[in-house]
């Protein structure tokens, strides 16, 4: 049963204020929610407050693949894929012969911000609220490696509508937090379930509208909203899918060493010995009816990493891939992965001193969330788990969210 706003506003209104010297974040990611389903007619109600609060509201891109997992690690890092290691919501395991789920904090190679946290400000509270079992799972503790939030939030569904998860958060933060991740997932469930367009995805973007405006205007009220900085992003947007335009992934008759996996709006090929030269096989898959293009230099889009595979095959627009005929995902009406997904909304507000707007010319990246936060809360940013230098170019950098004086 959903929570009246009223009483959402009581309890979040009741909690202590925060110590004069702390600063506290919220990062929000709402699962799903594109540019393009971020704008005044869609969310009218965040729009205004953010505007009377004199706030930012601009775009940010995300990472490839466009998939709930790596861009939540990448915000949480400050890193790409080819850095932190979570390619995709799953990964091919050649020992096993498998598909496994990538999924677990021991397959994070950074430290997320939680653990960076934990071990330079070790008095500073944290908080993760996951509307998605997966991502309370991701952002777990792994020992000698990651350390969990100081308060998570366990669901004991996996499906919880978006004013759960917000009560939650509410509910649970009994004492406040410097840092505060939560994440809202309906609208992503209602696009895939129903298509982006349909009445029930625009049903869920509506609600988010209320919730969050919601929750910003009683934060607003409070004193602490002096020291507060709040960001609203997302980690992927949404393309609606036709019985059409899905491309399900087959070997080519004669093909051998060849394994697919799948991302929606992007595939990997992982190759054998016996599969021919990468050129070669690159070569055949450009030919498949379907896709746009053949991505040899994983580098070039931050994906050179052992789960990524030997190519990354791009769809034409519209086009999504399937793992196999029997891929669960076949029902989707909608689906993302791929680069028409990678504009997102990136909304700057709060009342932390000296807090500027961003410039409309700045070009945000996910990536670039985890070391922003990590400078206003005096610490490093998150570093690899080996003590190896970052690829080139897979690090964020600091935003200039406040002023220098």
């Known amino acids: 049963m959903r929570l009246p706003f009223v009483v959402l506003s009581l309890l979040l209104a009741a909690a202590p204020s925060l110590a004069a010297e702390s600063a506290h974040v ?11 389903r971020a704008s005044p007619a869609h969310l009218p109600r965040l729009h205004a407050f953010v505007a009377e609060a004199g706030g930012s509201w601009g775009r940010a891109r995300a990472v490839l693949p466009t998939r709930t997992n790596p861009n939540h690690a990448s915000l949480l890092t400050g890193a790409h894929p080819d850095a932190h290691g979570i390619v995709g919501n799953k990964y091919w395991d050649a020992g096993l012969e498998a598909l496994r789920p990538l999924d677990g904090p021991q397959l994070l190679e950074m430290e997320t911000l939680f653990t960076t946290l934990a071990a330079e400000r070790p008095d500073l509270r944290t908080a993760g609220f996951f509307s998605k079992s997966k991502l ?19 669901p004991s569904e996996e499906n919880l509508d978006d004013a759960r998860v917000v009560a939650a958060a509410v509910l649970l933060a009994a004492e406040p937090v410097a840092l505060a991740v939560v994440t ?17 995805a625009q049903r869920a973007v509506r609600r988010v509208d209320e919730l969050l405006a919601a929750l910003l205007r009683t934060m607003s009220a409070r004193a602490s909203w002096r020291r507060t900085l709040v960001l609203i ?6 393309t609606a899918v036709t019985a059409a335009s899905r491309v399900v992934l087959r070997s080519p008759p004669g093909a051998r060493g060849r394994r697919y996996l799948a991302e929606g709006g992007s595939a990997f090929v992982h190759l054998r010995p016996t599969a021919g030269t990468v050129a070669a096989v690159a070569a055949e898959e450009a030919q498949r009816p379907g896709v746009a293009a053949v991505v040899r230099d994983l580098a070039s889009v931050h994906l050179a990493h052992p789960r990524g595979g030997a190519l990354l095959l791009l769809p034409e627009p519209g086009r999504v891939f399937l793992q196999s005929a029997a891929d669960p995902s076949r029902a989707f009406l909608g689906n993302h992965g791929g680069v028409a997904e990678q504009d997102l909304p990136f909304v700057v507000v709060g009342g932390l001193p000296g807090l500027r707007r961003l410039s409309e010319a700045t070009v945000v990246s996910v990536v670039d969330v985890a070391p922003t936060l990590a400078a206003i809360f005096g610490v490093r940013p998150p570093r690899r788990l080996d003590g190896a230098p970052l690829p080139t170019g897979s690090a964020g950098r600091v935003l200039p969210l406040l002023s220098a004086e």
């Open 136 to 154: 309370r799972h991701l952002f777990s503790t792994a020992p000698g490696r990651q350390v969990a939030p100081t308060l998570t939030w366990s």
């Open 26 to 36: 919220l990062l929000v990611v709402v699962d799903g929610l594109g540019a393009d």
């Open 233 to 238: 992003t997302a980690d992927h947007g949404f």
């Open 184 to 200: 809202i997932a309906d609208v992503d469930r209602m696009s895939h379930q129903f298509g982006p367009a349909s009445p029930e």
